[in-house]
């Protein structure tokens, strides 16, 4: 066991690699537009979800996406988004190769029904295996949404089920691809992850590492809380941060930023996904140092997503000051309002981009 971090004093600053966000949802259009400052602005490259409306399916769809990202992008903006197509059971094993050429960084797997716009996922990943062996040829990963749809099970329950009805039956069968397990939310997942070998990792959220299933409820339902896979109690929390924190380069930033206009999260059936984008380094710093680990940010956040990608390392840097500051409670997405988690509230930790 390390010594911890010495806390940094009030108004004293920690500077880190710049950093990326190895699982990002940026929409398209007017929100696309709202959004893609707010990454820009902390992050040099990005792993950008497929789950628009229809899901980018090809190498070409893929390429278009990312001209309209880059042509969304504030002048004078340095950032790189890396593209990513949705796994479905159609997707064709030729495609990868095309998809490998026109610079696509990893496949994404929702399984029909997990969550947001999954309705075109996997119905049975055996069905994929020819495009999953040449991905495994291409060493192309695949990024993986890890809940199980069964409505028998549990909703918190789900990403346990996973790991032995999915995760290991897979390991088993294709154990030279690069898999990310996405947005981890459990023990199970975090020890799973741990005891896996170098072809697997995992990204982890700023809310999973800083709240628990009671934010959802506490003083009336939040809806702002509500993400998938969905909050898990506090004991799974601390052993999210324990796997962050711990320093081993399976553990690696990818805020799943997901924004929704506020009146479809304000809503009966309101839409899952937590908007973390404008706090995300923040956000994470107050984990970190929650638990006398801000010195375990860097590699968290700069080097080993990069590292597993097999990405170079960013040149630029970030500082994050000691600074106390109130987050916006809403700011504007196209035609309606979007609010970030915390909105409203005062954080701790203030990233002062490189200009
Ligand atoms: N995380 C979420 O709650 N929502 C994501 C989808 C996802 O990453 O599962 C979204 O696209 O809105
Ligand atoms: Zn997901
Ligand atoms: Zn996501």
Not at 188 to 215: C, I, K, M, W
Request: aromatic fraction near 8%.
């Amino acid at each position: 066991m390390s010594l911890p971090a010495p806390p940094v004093a009030p108004g004293g600053s920690i500077t880190l690699a710049r950093p990326d966000d190895f699982h990002l949802h940026l929409r398209d259009g007017a929100a696309l537009a709202a959004v893609l400052p707010h990454s820009a602005r902390q992050f040099a490259r990005a792993v950008v979800m497929p789950n628009l409306r229809p899901p980018v399916t090809t190498a070409a769809q893929a390429q278009a996406y990312r001209e309209r990202i880059l042509a969304a992008l504030p002048a004078g903006a340095r950032f790189e988004p890396l593209m990513t197509l949705y796994l479905t059971d159609l997707l064709p094993p030729d495609e990868i190769r095309r998809a490998k050429e026109a610079g696509v960084v990893a496949v994404k797997l929702y399984p029909a029904g997990a969550t947001t716009n999954s309705d075109a996922g996997v119905t049975d990943l055996r069905k994929t295996y020819a495009t999953l062996e040449a991905m495994q040829r291409e060493g192309l990963p695949l990024l993986i949404h890890g809940e199980v749809t069964d409505p028998d099970i549990d909703l918190f329950d789900r990403e346990a089920v996973f790991i032995d009805r999915v995760m290991r039956p897979l390991r088993r069968d294709m154990p030279e691809l690069k898999v990310v397990f996405e947005h981890l939310t459990t023990r199970e997942g975090a020890q799973y992850v741990a005891g896996s070998d170098r072809f697997t990792a995992a990204t982890l959220t700023p809310q999973h590492l800083l709240f628990n299933r009671n934010a959802i409820f506490l003083g009336g339902l939040r809806p702002h809380y509500y993400c998938l896979p969905v909050l898990k109690s506090e004991e799974h929390r601390q052993a999210l941060v324990a796997a962050a924190t711990s320093g081993s380069d399976k553990f690696f930033l990818g805020t799943d930023s997901a924004p929704h206009a506020a009146h479809l999260k304000e809503h009966a059936g309101g839409h899952a996904g937590c908007y973390t984008a404008l706090t995300a380094l923040e956000l994470y710093a107050e984990a970190f140092d929650a638990v006398g680990a801000i010195d375990k940010l860097e590699g968290f956040a700069s080097f080993h997503g990069a590292d597993f990608y097999g990405l170079p390392r960013n040149e630029g840097r970030i500082t994050l000051r000691r600074e106390e500051w109130t987050v916006p409670e809403a700011v504007p997405f196209g035609d309606a309002q979007l609010k970030p988690l915390r909105g409203g509230e005062t954080l701790r930790w203030r990233a002062v981009p490189e200009s």
